[in-house]
């Protein structure tokens, strides 16, 4: 190993200043092949120092800067306390009010049902189709035709007039916000602009050149209401029309019933769209109520089949048929012919689309002969077998009457009269009312009020008469005989039904009724009111008429054995009455009825039948009314499951020996 001294190391010599050199004069000379000395330089001459720039004092423009920075802030500051402190809530409503939309939420509407459940009219799943009209600007959309090109798109789709749609989406008001298009669309129509508008919206994103003219339609749920049954039961029902509103009958009647209570919902939206994210507030729709009618579906079916054959085959203008159930009161069936199609009114005549049952007026002819009997009876003025004389004419007044058909002078009972439905012989018997004939009018009169004539039914049906029936003291020369034979005096179907019914309660009358009772959307059942009743002629009266009744349909000499049920004792009347042309007000063409009701001894069931300007065959009442009548009252009678009282008819005598 070395080893380490630790002496400090010898210090190294720092070499000292260098000798000054000699001075050139005292070298020596140069030698051969030595450089030549370097001449001295010339000193340069001197020259002028260039100025220097003197810069101006910077604080003048940094005040000015910072005064403009200053009066920016202010402004700032002034604004932002505007916005959030002075206006702050004119400005939140106005912010909410952009943001946020309200739809109306429809309720749906109730269901009409027959007496046992069954749908007559009931309501589908629909869609409003709606649009934002801002959405269709040029702002929006960059283009100027947007309304155009939507329109004629949708214009086939909904049905519509392309104008009518453009219009909507290019309101006055450039504000708007929500416009409906169409109201309670299908399904199948809402799926169709939906798909369109995805296929436009997909083709956007590739071409830029396409624009979704469409972005700004939307859809709102809604309902539809339908009609199960077609044509059935459409004048009872009436329709429902574009705004959700009933259009005629029931759905006009009960609307506010049907109808139940809008709710609404209120949404943040961006871009026409709902924001999941931010809260809504909503007041659910409440359903409307379910309305159950008296109505039997299968006795309709069966009285609006029968009345449409026999109008199609005498080419009659109109019939109709009534069943109603005669202790109630309740209408079983109400038809009509021709009728129409509640779901489809684009096919319909307005002349068919209300109910004539109850807005048709007319003379009534021999089926009123029914109240001239019930008070000459109940007046006590002559019994079902008194003698009655009738003349092949009988001049009264300045005119001279005649029956239907010319004959050798008549000696017919009472009951006679009736069941071979004398006009003479009713002038007659009626005459005994009163002492005079101004005292008989009045007590006629008054009978004829109290069946109901010249009154509403009580059915509150949208658009019913009540009939015309003038005061006796104003009753013509003519009309004073006319009247007890069912001329010069109007009535409808529903008062003519009535009429019969009454005399098979026993005497006592029991308003209409079409409506059961309705159930509201908690599936609580509330009956109808009970009908009003009033008597009319007593019983005795009432059963005294039911056997005369049963004259006309029995006995040979009747004229309503067209009419006859076997098994069943039928009380009937036949009609035939002159016929007052609605469009010129003058007599054309004849009215004929059939009323009647079984069973005679135990009645149940009220059929009235009436045919208005028969042109082809028979004219007569019983002999195109009869057979609409035995048809609906068999097909009643077997429905309902009413037996035959298995009693034989007592046989009142129809004419005498002189």
Known sequence: MTEVSDREPPRRRVPGPARPSRPVSAQRRPGPGARPARRPTAPAPRTAAPRAIRLGNPRPRLRMVGLALTLVLIAFVVRLLQVQAVDASAYTAKAEQNRYVGQVLAAERG????????????????????????????????????????????????????????????????????????????????????????????????????????????SVPSSKRVYPNGNLAAGILGWVNADGKGGGGVEQQLNATLTGKDGKIRYAQSGGRQVPTVGSTETPAVPGSDVELTIDRDIQWAAQNAITEQVKESRADRGYVIVQDNRTGEILAMANSP?????????????????????????????????SMAAVLE???????????????????????????????????????LAKSSNI?????????????????????????????????????????????????????????????????????????SVYSTIANGGVRVEPTL????????????????PAKTR????????????????????????GAKAR?????????????????????????????????????????????????????????GQICGPVFKQVMEFALKTLQIPPTGAKAASLPVSFTP
């Open 339 to 371: 009728g129409f199609d509640p779901g489809d009114l684009s096919q319909a005549k307005s002349a068919d689309m209300g109910n004539a049952s109850v807005q048709d007026a007319y003379e009534p002819g021999s089926t009123a002969k029914v109240m």
């Open 111 to 218: 269901e009409i049902t027959d007496r046992a459940g069954v749908a007559f009219a009931t309501s589908v799943d629909a869609y409003d189709i709606t649009a934002d009209p801002t959405m269709f600007t040029r702002g929006q959309l960059k283009v100027d035709d947007a309304p155009e090109q939507a329109a004629a798109l949708l214009a086939p789709i909904l049905g519509q007039e392309q104008s009518a749609l453009v219009k909507k989406l290019r309101p006055k008001d450039a504000s708007l916000r929500y416009v409906k298009l169409a109201g309670r669309q299908t399904p199948q129509v809402w799926k169709q602009i939906k798909d369109l508008r995805s296929a436009l919206s997909t083709k956007a994103e590739t071409d830029k050149s396409t624009v979704n003219v469409l972005a700004g339609v939307f």
């Open 425 to 497: 012989g009713t002038i007659l018997a009626t005459g005994q009312l009163g002492k005079t004939q101004a005292q008989a009018n009045q007590v006629l009169y008054s009978y004829l009020r109290k069946f109901g004539i010249g009154s509403h039914t009580g059915l509150g049906f949208p658009g019913e008469t009540k009939g015309i029936l003038a005061q006796p003291g104003k009753w013509s020369t003519s009309q004073q005989y006319t009247i007890p034979f069912g001329q010069g005096m109007s009535l409808n179907a529903l008062q003519a039904a």
């Open 379 to 417: 007046e006590n003025a002559a019994t079902p077998l008194t003698h009655v004389t009738v003349p092949n004419r009988l001049h009264r007044g300045d005119r001279l009457f005649q029956d239907d058909i010319d004959h050798a002078t008549w000696y017919l009972t009472l009951n006679g009269v």
């Open 536 to 559: 009319v002629v007593s019983q005795k009266t009432a059963k005294t008429l039911a056997q005369m009744l049963e004259s006309v349909v029995d006995d040979q000499e009747g004229t």
């Open 515 to 530: 409506v059961r009772g309705t159930k509201g959307p908690d599936g609580r059942f509330t009956p109808a009111e009970a």
């Open 565 to 621: 049920i076997p098994g069943y004792r039928v009380a009937g009347k036949t009609g035939t009455a002159n016929r007052v042309d609605p469009a010129t007000g003058t007599y054309k063409g004849y009215t004929s009825s059939f009323a009647g009701f079984a069973p005679a001894d135990n009645p149940r069931v009220t059929v009235y039948c009436a045919i208005q300007n028969a042109t082809e065959g028979s004219y007569f009442g």
